[in-house]
């Protein structure tokens, strides 16, 4: 049994821990997978590679309608894979030699599955085959979450073949037929990507719109439009899924009755759980919620001393902003007990990398009205601004919502080009508490760029001093 003063498991945001400040510490990290964990090697990065030659392919399409008059010709998916991966794993590959060389001669690598058995104690299941125990001071769980499974037969007993989000940026060839499972981010984003690239696809969500997180204006404009490009099953649920010649076969049960569907690949894409019961933390007396998520506190401490936890494993938000953010207060924290910096939630943005792309912060309208909250709001569409209007958007717009009593902003929610670039203003102007009557009015707005939205949907809001106590709304 080897003991550390630093046990830190999970190597995504947790690896960003260990700088010069530990340099007079032992600090163990312990990883099962691929260093520099889901965002590097399986999450954001490479999706977001596979969504920018899938916009290239969406503009060849496009183009015509302005004039521009170009040809799809093929998608190489072996070659857009090979150099997104060719890319990515020389990362990986860099990030654990750093680790485990002569810069880092105060840190060990274990590589291998964690799980506790005791109080501050860690058993891993090396991938030499040989298990080793390793205790610490304190201990970072960063160890992310998992995809889940859904309980249907063929899928939980593995009998049908099928990818998660793991696997299906590797395949060797690009399907000429996909089913998506899941109607979130995941699913969205994917069902785009094979879609652009020319790819039949289905898409099945048991709800009655696809991502429904979103502003309600904002999922229904976007089914909309995804239900143009691609096919999708609403309000359908899967309840056999088998292998087939060819692929899978699925039997769904929807709003047309029971049918059989069937694909070259079927993606699984149906959430993620925290890794924190397959890390059995609770043996080392840590607690979990009700969603199987690590309880911490505002500076990131579990209720175990010296424990704290980052990222998905305990955040309510899944995304690697968060999971970044936390890892630099766990980082303070850990240096700082006497001075402790809290996490800051208040305002968590979001984007959806598809076409239209989609973005979001603060509440959405719907949640305003259910919680009481008094607002105000404009729906500023993209084609009544400059940069809109002359590329002939139709449909697309931002909505803000603000406090009618201090004109300070609630939430924002944009769907059309550029959604996820073009929000950032309105992210801080809350998270300075900034008016929207100042972020309007006390800058210039390049004209005419796309941020004009911006400008206009703050300018359309109505003045605070005028407003009604009640929801007022500027369409
Ligand atoms: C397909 C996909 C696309 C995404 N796109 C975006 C995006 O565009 N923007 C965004 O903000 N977020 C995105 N996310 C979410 C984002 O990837 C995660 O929120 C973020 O990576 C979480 O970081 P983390 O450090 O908490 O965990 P991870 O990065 O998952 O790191 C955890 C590490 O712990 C290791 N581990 C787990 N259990 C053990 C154990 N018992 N022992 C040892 N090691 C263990 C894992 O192998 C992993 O490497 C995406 C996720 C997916 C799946
Ligand atoms: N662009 C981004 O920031 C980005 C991209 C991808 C993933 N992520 C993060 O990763 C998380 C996980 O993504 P996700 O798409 O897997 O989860 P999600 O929570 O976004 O969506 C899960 C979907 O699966 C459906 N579902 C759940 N159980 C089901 C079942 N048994 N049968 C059928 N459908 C079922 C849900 O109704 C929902 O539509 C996201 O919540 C997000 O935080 C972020």
Redesign the pocket.
């Given at each position: 049994m080897t003991h550390f003063d630093l046990v830190i498991?999970?190597?995504?945001?947790?690896n960003s821990i260990p700088g010069p400040e530990f340099d007079g510490q032992s600090i163990a990290i312990?990883?099962?997978?691929?260093?520099?964990?889901?965002?590097?090697?399986?999450?954001?990065i490479p999706?977001?590679m596979f969504v920018h030659p899938a916009e290239l392919a969406d503009a060849a399409r496009q183009g015509k309608n302005l004039g521009v008059d170009a040809q799809l010709n093929a998608v190489d998916w072996p070659g857009i894979r090979d150099r997104i991966f060719g890319r990515i794993d020389a990362i990986e590959a860099g990030g654990r030699e750093y680790r485990e060389g002569p810069e880092n001669p105060n840190v060990t690598v274990f590589s291998?599955?964690?799980?506790f058995t005791g109080m501050k104690t860690l058993s891993?299941d090396l991938h030499d085959g040989s298990t080793t125990e390793i205790t610490g001071d304190q201990f970072v769980l960063?160890?992310?979450?998992?995809?889940v499974i859904p309980d249907v037969p063929g899928l939980v007993d593995g009998a049908a073949p099928f990818h998660t989000?793991?696997t299906i940026m590797r395949i060797d060839e690009l399907p000429k037929s996909i089913i998506v499972l899941g109607g979130g981010?995941?699913a969205a984003?994917?069902a785009h990507v094979f879609s652009s690239f020319g790819v039949q696809v289905t898409q099945i969500a048991r709800g009655h719109q696809l991502l429904k997180s979103q502003d309600q204006d904002v999922a229904a404009l976007f089914t909309t439009e995804a239900a143009k490009r691609y096919t999708v099953l609403l309000n359908t649920q899967v309840s056999e899924v088998r292998p087939a010649d060819t692929g899978v076969e699925l039997s769904v049960d929807g709003p047309e009755g029971a049918q059989t569907l069937r694909a070259d690949v079927l993606l699984v894409a149906t959430g993620?759980q925290p890794?924190a019961e397959?890390?059995a933390v609770e043996l080392t007396g840590v607690a979990l919620d009700t969603h199987g998520r690590v309880v911490v506190d505002e500076y990131q401490r579990t209720n175990v001393e010296g424990i704290f936890a980052?990222?998905?494993?305990s955040?309510a938000?899944?995304?690697?902003?968060?999971?970044n953010h936390e890892?630099r207060v766990v980082k303070h924290n850990l240096k700082h007990p006497d001075a402790l910096i809290a996490s800051d939630h208040r305002f968590v943005p979001?984007?959806v990398?598809t076409n239209p792309q989609i973005a979001s912060v603060g509440v959405t309208e719907h949640e305003a009205i259910t919680r009481g909250i008094a607002y105000v709001s404009k729906t500023q569409n993209y084609s009544d601004i400059a940069a809109g209007w002359a590329r002939e958007d139709h449909g697309h717009f931002l909505k803000v919502l603000a406090d009618p009593a201090t004109g300070l902003l609630l939430g924002a929610h944009a769907i059309g080009p550029e959604a996820a670039t073009i929000i950032q203003p309105l992210i801080q102007a809350m998270s300075f508490g900034q008016t929207a009557h100042d972020v309007a009015t006390k800058q210039y707005w390049i004209h005419p760029a796309l941020s004009e939205l911006v400008e206009n949907a703050l300018l359309g809001l109505p003045a605070p001093l005028d407003a009604p106590s009640a929801s007022t709304s500027a369409n």
């Amino acid at each position: 049994m080897t003991h550390f003063d630093l046990v830190i498991i999970g190597t995504g945001s947790g690896n960003s821990i260990p700088g010069p400040e530990f340099d007079g510490q032992s600090i163990a990290i312990v990883e099962a997978g691929l260093f520099g964990g889901t965002c590097l090697n399986v999450g954001c990065i490479p999706t977001k590679m596979f969504v920018h030659p899938a916009e290239l392919a969406d503009a060849a399409r496009q183009g015509k309608n302005l004039g521009v008059d170009a040809q799809l010709n093929a998608v190489d998916w072996p070659g857009i894979r090979d150099r997104i991966f060719g890319r990515i794993d020389a990362i990986e590959a860099g990030g654990r030699e750093y680790r485990e060389g002569p810069e880092n001669p105060n840190v060990t690598v274990f590589s291998g599955h964690g799980r506790f058995t005791g109080m501050k104690t860690l058993s891993v299941d090396l991938h030499d085959g040989s298990t080793t125990e390793i205790t610490g001071d304190q201990f970072v769980l960063a160890a992310g979450a998992h995809a889940v499974i859904p309980d249907v037969p063929g899928l939980v007993d593995g009998a049908a073949p099928f990818h998660t989000s793991d696997t299906i940026m590797r395949i060797d060839e690009l399907p000429k037929s996909i089913i998506v499972l899941g109607g979130g981010y995941i699913a969205a984003e994917f069902a785009h990507v094979f879609s652009s690239f020319g790819v039949q696809v289905t898409q099945i969500a048991r709800g009655h719109q696809l991502l429904k997180s979103q502003d309600q204006d904002v999922a229904a404009l976007f089914t909309t439009e995804a239900a143009k490009r691609y096919t999708v099953l609403l309000n359908t649920q899967v309840s056999e899924v088998r292998p087939a010649d060819t692929g899978v076969e699925l039997s769904v049960d929807g709003p047309e009755g029971a049918q059989t569907l069937r694909a070259d690949v079927l993606l699984v894409a149906t959430g993620r759980q925290p890794n924190a019961e397959r890390l059995a933390v609770e043996l080392t007396g840590v607690a979990l919620d009700t969603h199987g998520r690590v309880v911490v506190d505002e500076y990131q401490r579990t209720n175990v001393e010296g424990i704290f936890a980052l990222g998905d494993i305990s955040a309510a938000h899944q995304l690697k902003h968060v999971a970044n953010h936390e890892a630099r207060v766990v980082k303070h924290n850990l240096k700082h007990p006497d001075a402790l910096i809290a996490s800051d939630h208040r305002f968590v943005p979001a984007a959806v990398f598809t076409n239209p792309q989609i973005a979001s912060v603060g509440v959405t309208e719907h949640e305003a009205i259910t919680r009481g909250i008094a607002y105000v709001s404009k729906t500023q569409n993209y084609s009544d601004i400059a940069a809109g209007w002359a590329r002939e958007d139709h449909g697309h717009f931002l909505k803000v919502l603000a406090d009618p009593a201090t004109g300070l902003l609630l939430g924002a929610h944009a769907i059309g080009p550029e959604a996820a670039t073009i929000i950032q203003p309105l992210i801080q102007a809350m998270s300075f508490g900034q008016t929207a009557h100042d972020v309007a009015t006390k800058q210039y707005w390049i004209h005419p760029a796309l941020s004009e939205l911006v400008e206009n949907a703050l300018l359309g809001l109505p003045a605070p001093l005028d407003a009604p106590s009640a929801s007022t709304s500027a369409n």
